[in-house]
């Protein structure tokens, strides 16, 4: 059964520090890997992942994917109060079409 | 563009009760899912159409939950008889026509459900 696993779960720090958010997998052939934010219903598409190696940027927000070790990060640096979310990762199969989430890492960023 | 819609957007009703819930997805987006997320938890997949086909249903408990996709636009989710566990925030999803590499699936703010 294809799994998705999270850490930390919740993590809170203080505006301006650096966090790495960790996902690791288990999946049938395996596609792609997916973060998403999700402040408050909707998630948020933040990077889709494919290639072990090649980092994917979006101004303070990057992330990496090792599909030796079947793991991702996502890294924030200088955090802000808006950074508070859910972060989500997913994976899809091969055949992109089924995706299957973690339970998510609650960020709490402290002014 | 326009995003997912759903609607009700909150909805409480006593447990043995039926609620449906509704969702239009973006324009010409073929695929579209239903999620339940309960609280704390990661979204889970209840259901997956493509146009108006189910592709996967595996984890839909089907002897109270119904989905349809009339016409492959519009889909509704349906909960006849309701239990407390089935509260939860039910997602909505579309994604494009496959044809780029693109797995992003766009997201509908939700229907939260309370059953008392």
């Known amino acids: 059964e294809d799994k998705v696993v999270q850490s930390p779960l919740s993590l809170v720090v203080h505006e301006g520090d650096t966090v790495t958010l960790n996902c690791s997998y288990e999946?049938?052939?395996?596609?792609?890997l997916l973060w998403y934010k999700q402040e408050k219903k909707a998630p948020t598409f933040l990077f889709m992942l494919t290639s072990s190696g090649i980092e994917k940027k979006s101004g303070r927000l990057s992330s990496i994917l090792d599909k030796k070790e079947l793991f991702s990060i996502l890294n924030i640096t200088a955090t802000q109060t808006g950074d508070s979310a859910v972060y989500l990762c997913a994976v899809s199969d091969n055949y992109g079409q089924n995706f299957v989430f973690g339970p998510g890492t609650r960020l709490s960023v402290l002014p | 563009e326009a995003g997912v819609a759903q609607s009700p957007r909150y909805k409480i009703i006593e447990k043995r009760q039926s609620v449906a819930f509704w969702c239009n997805p973006i324009?010409?987006?073929?695929?579209l899912y239903w999620y339940q997320q309960i609280l704390g938890q990661g979204p889970k997949l209840l259901i997956q159409?493509?146009?108006?086909?189910?592709?996967?249903d595996s984890q839909l408990p089907k002897d109270r939950f119904s989905a349809e996709r009339l016409k492959g636009v519009d889909s509704t989710l349906k909960i006849q008889p309701a239990k407390l566990e089935d509260s939860a925030v039910y997602l909505c999803?579309?994604?494009?026509?496959?044809?780029?590499?693109?797995?992003?699936?766009?997201f509908g703010p939700g229907t939260r459900l309370t059953v008392l």
């Open positions: 159409f493509q146009n108006n086909g189910v592709v996967d």
């Open positions: 324009s010409g987006h073929a695929t």
């Open positions: 999803a579309s994604r494009p026509p496959r044809g780029g590499f693109t797995d992003t699936q766009y």
């Open positions: 999946v049938t052939n395996f596609r792609s």
